[in-house]
T-cell receptor, first 113, second 112 residues
Framework: DAMVIQNPRYQVTQFGKPVTLSCSQTLNHNVMYWYQQKSSQAPKLLFHYYDKDFNNEADTPDNFQSRRPNTSFCFLDIRSPGLGDAAMYLC????????????FGPGTRLLVL | GENVEQHPSTLSVQEGDSAVIKCTYSDSASNYFPWYKQELGKGPQLIIDIRSNVGEKKDQRIAVTLNKTAKHFSLHITETQPEDSAVYFCAAIRNTGNQFYFGTGTSLTVIP
């Protein structure tokens, strides 16, 4: 089945220690997104890639970076995690921009100690 | 930008009853409205969507209605089952971009 895969499902890191979350997709979609979701809140868009073009949301902290080495993979790097960065991180894909359905992965729950 | 309001924030129904969740939006240029179901510890899953050229769409026990004039759309779940218990998010999207404006979510509990 075509799908969006996120690894790991749970990640524990220490305050200030860089961490990388991974996402892969078998849908061959052009667009990949990273969202942050805190408890009882809607997902909040951090950034997205349209092919290799990176688009950062205006209020995404500099502490968050992303890489997309190829169509299938996208990474979220948190350079110096703070306690406030503990959240569920969701990867999503869409075939294209302009009113397309987004398909979400299962998420990675990040815990910062 | 778009503003999506979702009500109620929590909803409890008896098994077999119907559940209705409502969303309103502010941007008349929005023309795509998906609904997502998110179970605890999982990612949101698309359950139904509607585009502005139709007023209603149904898929088995789930239906969505859209009133473009009033700028509101609703999710209807009939014959609810315990496995329908989850958080439901609505969203509104313009055809000129792919910024998802999510509602604040509704936590649905179906009581056996």
């Amino acid at each position: 089945d075509a799908m969006v895969i996120q690894n790991p499902r749970y990640q524990v890191t220490q305050f200030g220690k860089p961490v990388t979350l991974s996402c892969s997709q078998t849908l061959n979609h052009n667009v990949m997104y990273w969202y942050q979701q805190k408890s009882s809140q809607a997902p909040k868009l951090l950034f997205h890639y349209y092919d290799k073009d990176f688009n950062n949301e205006a209020d995404t902290p500099d502490n968050f970076q992303s890489r997309r080495p190829n169509t299938s993979f996208c990474f979220l790097d948190i350079r110096s995690p703070g306690l406030g960065d503990a959240a569920m991180y969701l990867c999503a894909t869409s075939r294209d921009l302009k009113g397309e359905t987004q398909y979400f992965g299962p998420g990675t729950r990040l815990l910062v100690l | 930008g778009e503003n999506v309001e979702q009500h109620p924030s929590t909803l409890s129904v008896q098994e077999g009853d119907s559940a209705v969740i409502k969303c309103t939006y502010s941007d008349s240029a929005s023309n795509y409205f998906p609904w997502y179901k998110q179970e605890l510890g999982k990612g949101p899953q698309l359950i139904i969507d509607i585009r502005s050229n139709v007023g209603e769409k149904k898929d088995q026990r789930i239906a969505v209605t859209l009133n473009k004039t009033a700028k509101h759309f609703s999710l209807h779940i009939t014959e609810t089952q315990p496995e329908d218990s989850a958080v439901y998010f609505c969203a509104a999207i313009r055809n000129t971009g792919n910024q998802f404006y999510f509602g604040t979510g509704t936590s649905l509990t179906v009581i056996p």
